[in-house]
């Protein structure tokens, strides 16, 4: 596949979207650190923070600097109304577009 990181990209979206809504209200490594756990070993900072700003841009996260136990204050975010409804279309698409790709490869299996 030439260009995969597209499709990542806005595949991890819909996880983050759904990390943070999980957890009611999380930090960037935290959400990392849940990527990972999920199978997602290739993602790092430099992938996830840039997304949670581009989600926060949309107006789908909330973010509210918080005092840190470890250090320095912490941006936390949480999912506002547009991002309940973005996470809604998400699991929508891509419950469509993994019914149509699983169909093909079990169509085609053994053929």
Request: positive net charge; aromatic residues 12%; hydrophobic residues 30%.
């Given at each position: 596949?030439q260009d995969?990181?597209?499709?990542l990209?806005g595949?991890?979206?819909?996880?983050?979207?759904k990390?943070?809504?999980?957890?009611?209200?999380?930090?960037?490594?935290e959400v990392?650190?849940?990527?990972?756990?999920?199978g997602?070993?290739?993602?790092?900072?430099?992938?996830v923070?840039?997304?949670l700003?581009?989600?926060?841009?949309?107006k789908?996260?909330?973010?509210?600097?918080?005092?840190?136990?470890?250090g320095?204050q912490?941006k936390?975010?949480s999912?506002?109304?547009e991002?309940?409804?973005?996470?809604?279309?998400?699991?929508r698409?891509?419950?469509?577009?993994?019914?149509f790709?699983d169909?093909i490869?079990?169509?085609?299996?053994?053929?």
């Amino acid at each position: 596949m030439q260009d995969k990181s597209q499709l990542l990209k806005g595949v991890l979206e819909g996880c983050i979207l759904k990390i943070v809504k999980h957890k009611k209200e999380t930090y960037g490594y935290e959400v990392v650190t849940e990527l990972r756990t999920f199978g997602f070993g290739q993602c790092t900072e430099g992938t996830v923070y840039p997304l949670l700003t581009r989600l926060e841009k949309r107006k789908s996260l909330a973010s509210q600097k918080k005092e840190s136990p470890l250090g320095p204050q912490r941006k936390y975010y949480s999912l506002t109304e547009e991002g309940e409804q973005e996470l809604e279309e998400f699991t929508r698409i891509w419950g469509e577009f993994k019914g149509f790709v699983d169909g093909i490869f079990k169509y085609y299996e053994g053929k």
